[in-house]
């Protein structure tokens, strides 16, 4: 079986790509080739600084941190899952990727004595734009509550194709006002814990922003985490919207 490194380079160009990492990250390929990721958790930082078996990494480690040339990762905020301190170095040690991060990342890139790479470190907040490539980014609200302020989620364009991930979030109908209507996919939480939408809440997003397809993540990785697919999987039949489930290392065409 091909090495999810593998499966991505040979992902077919002059197509989208996305490919599900585990956890809430995920990769974007263009049809021209570039590559961007979102919070990326590789290795199994959590359960070592917790030392907690609730947080024991339950998915298998698919990737290393320089194993693929991103053109850019974002971290949507700073909690370990989502900005994992044994791989962000690792992903700029290139000097080519540029890590976009929420702006209460930057503690945690001091921790990590990261300033050597600052040339390709921006912090951003909702309302920021970026431009890599092919990939048009636009850092836009959510609420994932006190532990982390000044998260964000990522609407990204790519090939005409339209890209919202929520980041970690409750519902908040209010602050999806001025997404676009026509997403090709919706991606967010179902684990309903931490601040997070549960399996009926992001059903009940999908059905108020009518994507093509909408795909579930933040579950499975820790027993802490909780999160029922199947319950997501019902909401979603219930509400007649269409939903993609993907296995972990499993990368679709978005047409």
């Known amino acids: 079986m091909l090495r999810l490194s593998e499966r991505v380079l040979t992902a077919p160009l002059g197509k989208t790509h996305l490919f599900s990492v585990g956890q809430a990250g995920f990769i974007i390929k263009s049809a021209a080739g570039e590559l961007l990721a979102i919070d990326l958790y590789l290795s199994d930082y959590v359960e070592r600084v917790e030392k907690d078996q609730g947080f024991k990494r339950l998915l298998p480690k698919l990737l290393e941190p320089d194993e693929l040339e991103f053109d850019a990762v974002i971290c949507t905020h700073p909690h370990t899952d989502h900005f994992d301190p ?28 990261m300033e050597y790479y600052n040339s390709q470190i921006t912090y951003v907040e ?21 532990g982390a302020p000044d998260a964000v989620g990522v609407l990204v364009t790519v090939d005409g194709k339209k890209i919202y991930e929520t980041g970690d979030t409750c519902l908040r109908l209010d602050r999806v006002i001025s997404l676009p209507r026509d997403l090709d996919v919706l991606i967010g939480p179902i684990n309903g814990a931490y601040g997070n939408m549960n399996e009926e809440e992001l059903a009940t997003l999908a059905e108020v ?19 029922d697919v199947g319950k997501f999987y019902e909401a979603m ?18 047409s």
């Open 86 to 113: 044994d791989s962000a170095p690792g992903f700029v040690s290139n000097k080519k990727t540029r890590l976009f991060c929420s702006v209460d990342c930057e503690k945690l890139v001091k921790q990590m004595a």
């Open 126 to 146: 909702p309302g920021n734009h970026a431009d890599i490539g092919s990939f048009s980014i636009d850092f836009v609200d959510c609420d994932h509550g006190e």
């Open 209 to 227: 922003l009518r994507p093509k397809v909408t795909i579930p993540c933040h579950y499975g990785m820790f027993a802490m985490h909780h999160g």
């Open 237 to 254: 039949v219930e509400k007649k919207q269409n939903c993609l489930l993907l296995q972990q290392g499993e990368g679709v065409q978005i």
